[in-house]
């Protein structure tokens, strides 16, 4: 069952951002921007600087709005380096499907005009709704996120400049240079120098990398693991009681990654067979846990539940797991075992990708939604509508399937899978008769997918 939601615009209420910026409420970190006319400066809401005067601020919604307008990045509080927005996530609209396809690095790969056939729509309809409601075009918006993963690769590789320059997506040393020097008001050498000596360890060199991926506590680590776990494949995914590894199937090459939960973020080890694949990796292991979500406004209206509230009080900060690949979780979904995927130099127990569609189509040939995959009939990926996805999952797999795979591919956070044996079994345990979980999910909007989790939980 899907439904949905549009949530507000929260920077446009500037005395509503105001008040936020005052209490240096990081809980809002991500979701709004904070510029200084008198400083040129954006900020995150909770900058530990001064807080400046109410007549002197503008409010963005996205960095490449900031940095369109002529301000630069604050060194001191990093305000690219936040979990984004769970707008991306709330939002079905089209700014909001544009966003998840720049953060997976579309545009570095195939320009505007493959993003636009992506999302449907021409390039100059493209560009007008995204400068009304993110305040930047989408050229703008794939060069904050340039800049974003230049930053990265600047200060946890030894990666020469050069390099970072054409591995972050920048088409010249020299539009790289300019970049920087605009967006955080110092050179790449600067950057770099500046970041050695606040550097507290654990960065590596060449293809390998240490990054610190942010979130909003709290954080169900050890739920994601357990689901991880009873899932994995083997070579694919290596499950611990602290960490999970697995394979990467991107762009430019492979990947492994192994994510280790802390206690403010997670560290991500990564290694590449590309680093211009960085920004892309980067934002498929954040909506694989989930990193965007805002857990205490899933917390308000679940736990306003009665018969939820003490799970809600129990397991704080539960996740919807994600994915990385839209074939493969797909693929997962209609098969039980699928054939061996190409093997990979060996990481963290990992050592094969999963196979593509046209490997498990010749190894199992007749399956309608395999074939749909492998042909190119049906193209599941984070930009799409989640109704028109659904309809044309619907065409070859059953609506649980597709109600599954729109919540976890998309990161839709309304959507209650009511079919699931487990979400079944728990309301059960819960005392909700199975037959009106549908009901009941009215007052679970726009978190249904959050209860179903909770609902899982329940029945184990």
Avoid at 16 to 21: D, F, L
Wanted: glycine content about 8%; hydrophobic content about 45%.
């Amino acid at each position: 069952m899907v439904t949905s939601t549009e949530a507000p615009a929260l920077w446009r209420d500037a005395e509503r951002c105001y008040r936020v910026v005052t209490a240096r409420d990081s809980r809002f970190d991500g979701q709004f921007i904070m510029a200084v006319r008198t400083t040129g400066i954006y900020c995150r809401p909770s900058c530990p600087a001064s807080t400046p005067k109410e007549q002197n601020v503008r409010f963005f919604p996205t960095s490449a709005a900031a940095q369109a307008n002529g301000f630069r990045a604050c060194r001191r509080c990093l305000p690219d380096a936040v979990p984004g927005s769970p707008d991306w996530n709330v939002r079905a609209d089209l700014a909001a499907r544009a966003m998840r396809l720049i953060a997976d690095g579309t545009v570095e790969r195939e320009g505007v005009p493959g993003l636009a056939r992506r999302l449907g729509y021409s390039e100059r309809q493209l560009g007008r709704v995204l400068t009304a409601e993110l305040g930047a075009g989408p050229l703008a918006l794939a060069r904050a996120h340039r800049a974003h993963s230049a930053r990265l690769l600047i200060e946890m590789s030894e990666l020469p400049l050069t390099d970072v320059a054409f591995a972050a997506g920048f088409s010249s040393v020299r539009q790289f240079n300019e970049t920087i020097r605009e967006v955080f008001a110092t050179t790449p050498s600067q950057l770099r120098a500046f970041a050695a000596s606040r550097r507290r360890g654990g960065d590596l060199s060449g293809t390998r990398l240490s990054l610190r991926l942010p979130f909003r506590p709290p954080f169900d680590a050890a739920g994601l693991l357990r689901f991880f776990a009873a899932q994995a494949v083997p070579g694919v995914e290596e499950v611990t009681s602290e960490s999970y590894a697995r394979t990467l199937r991107l762009a430019h090459g492979s990947g492994v990654v192994r994510l280790t939960p802390q206690p403010d973020h997670v560290r991500c080890e990564l290694v590449l067979t590309d680093l211009r694949d960085l920004g892309s990796a980067v934002s498929r292991v954040r909506r694989l846990l989930d990193l965007d979500a805002d857990p205490a406004a899933v917390a308000r209206v679940l736990g306003a539940d009665p018969i939820l509230a003490p799970l809600v009080a129990a397991v704080p900060g539960i996740r919807v797991p994600g994915a990385v690949d839209g074939d493969e979780l797909l693929l997962r979904a209609l098969v039980s075992e699928v054939p061996l995927g190409e093997e990979v130099p060996g990481e963290w127990g990992v050592t094969r990708l999963f196979p593509t569609a046209a490997e498990v189509a010749a190894a199992m040939p007749g399956h309608a939604g395999i074939a749909a995959l492998a042909e190119g009939r049906l193209d599941v990926h984070v930009g799409r509508d989640a109704a028109e996805l659904r309809a044309e999952l619907l065409a070859c797999v059953d609506p649980a399937t597709a109600d599954y795979v729109v919540m976890r591919i998309l990161g839709a956070p309304d959507v209650l899978l009511a079919d699931d044996p487990a979400v079944r079994r728990g309301a059960e345990a819960l005392g909700i008769p199975a037959e009106s979980l549908g009901e009941r999910a009215r007052a679970w909007t726009p978190w249904c997918s959050y209860a179903g989790m909770y609902l899982r939980r329940a029945a184990a």
